[in-house]
Each structure stands twice: as structure tokens, then as C-alpha cells.
């Protein structure tokens, strides 16, 4: 591992949960049901900005969240504060009232080809 991947490890400090979109299923309503969600680490920068979702519009995005492992847009995640890190809040969280994930940003670390630096914007 990098330095400048252990640089972005140590900056993300605040925990999110993480819904996967694939990982929903159908619940032959209209509807899906979501898995209990992932604990992630991340680095939650609240600010609006101008960005263009998966389907190339332009939207406002509220938050860049900085990432350690892969998203997708249409993903779901939400920052928790410190003490909801639980199985009871793991239970209790609610994936239809957290944001979607509107767009990522992949970049390749200086001189490599297999790290990142990941970029979420909700």
C-alpha cells in the first residue's frame, strides 16, 4: 500500500452505513427490500455543488464523500455519528431515507494502476 493510500485511510475517519444497489431485491410491489447495511469509512465533505449524475444531467450535489472502497451510483448511503456504529442501529437503519449515490469519481494514484482515490457525490 502507498503512502498516499495510507494518507487517505488515515483522513477517513467518520463511518457511514453503505447500501449496495445490487445487492436489493424486488419485493414484487414496486418496491425492494435492501440488506442490512455496511459499516464504511469515509471522509464526509457537506457542500452544494453542481455535478452531472450517471445519466449525464446536471444536479446539485449536497455532499463529496471521500471513499475507500468501490460505489456505484444508485447506491445508498448515509453518515451516522459516533455511538450508531451498532447492530441495533444496523437494524433500525433505513435505506429509503438515505441519499443516493448521483455520481463517482475514479482516479488512479500517482503511478499506479490498481489504487484509487474514490469520490461518492450524493
Do not use: H
Amino acid at each position: 500500500m502507498s503512502a498516499l493510500s495510507k494518507f487517505i485511510q488515515s483522513v477517513c475517519v467518520q463511518q457511514a452505513w453503505y447500501w449496495a444497489k445490487l445487492a436489493v431485491t424486488p419485493d414484487g410491489f414496486g418496491g425492494a427490500t435492501y440488506p442490512l447495511p455496511v459499516l464504511v469509512k469515509c471522509r464526509w465533505d457537506g457542500k452544494s455543488q453542481l455535478v452531472r449524475d450517471s445519466m449525464g444531467q446536471e444536479v446539485i450535489s449536497v455532499a463529496e464523500i471521500l471513499v475507500v472502497q468501490e460505489m456505484v451510483a444508485g447506491d445508498r448511503i448515509t453518515l451516522i455519528t459516533p455511538g450508531e456504529d451498532t447492530d441495533e442501529y444496523r437494524q433500525a437503519a433505513n435505506p429509503n431515507i438515505a441519499p443516493v449515490i448521483l455520481t463517482t469519481s475514479v482516479v488512479p494514484m500517482f503511478r499506479s494502476t490498481v489504487e484509487f482515490v474514490r469520490t461518492v457525490y450524493i
